[in-house]
């Protein structure tokens, strides 16, 4: 029933400083670059963030509000999925040049020597 | 003599959460759009922006710290250019992308109907 509060900005309505900003955190790019690869879409607590779930919701919430993804709840999970055909058609080549340019994998969220909690 | 105060990250240590955060910005946006259309380095007084000056000059400065821009002093002036060889040989793409994603001229950032200060 929340899924009424999820505002989803339309492919005309994305704001490209908005973009830059939900990618300017390591921990969104992060998210980002695990939604890029995966196929299906994923749960909010499946990604592997040394933050508080607090944080999770603000990251995924700034991602949201800014159109870089789309989230609906199923049951009680939330899912997330990248919006990849609107910000290519939007902003083309931006979202490759982000992926293509950010740190390998957890490189970019965790300290050295600091296991991600789960 | 100001200018051992300006720091610049070199190459090697741009980082891309930086670079996308100094590029968030609608009136940083305009700065590196104009400087991108700019044959040469550009006064920091030369930019038709409707903010204060010390507004300005921490746009440059977040701008510069990200290695988005190059400033230097010249007599009482501080001319700034691209870092585009720079930024397109760590993040290729990324600057192009975001060019062309940004909103044409000084609608990027006046208000409709405002006159840009000068």
Chains 1, 2 share one sequence.
Do not use: W
């Amino acid at each position: 029933m929340n899924s009424m509060t999820l505002l989803h900005p339309t492919r005309e309505e994305l704001q490209i400083a908005s973009v830059l900003h939900a990618l300017s955190d390591p921990q969104r790019l992060r998210i980002v670059q695990s939604l890029a690869e995966s196929p299906a879409p994923r749960r909010c607590g499946s990604f592997d963030l040394d933050v508080t779930k607090s944080t999770l919701t603000h990251h995924f919430r700034v991602l949201r509000e800014a159109g870089v993804i789309d989230q609906r709840e199923e049951g009680t999970a939330r899912l997330n999925c990248l919006r990849r055909a609107d910000l290519d058609e939007r902003f083309p080549g931006l979202l490759d040049a982000v992926l293509a340019g950010a740190p390998a994998g957890a490189a970019a969220v965790a300290p050295a020597g600091a296991p991600a909690l789960r």
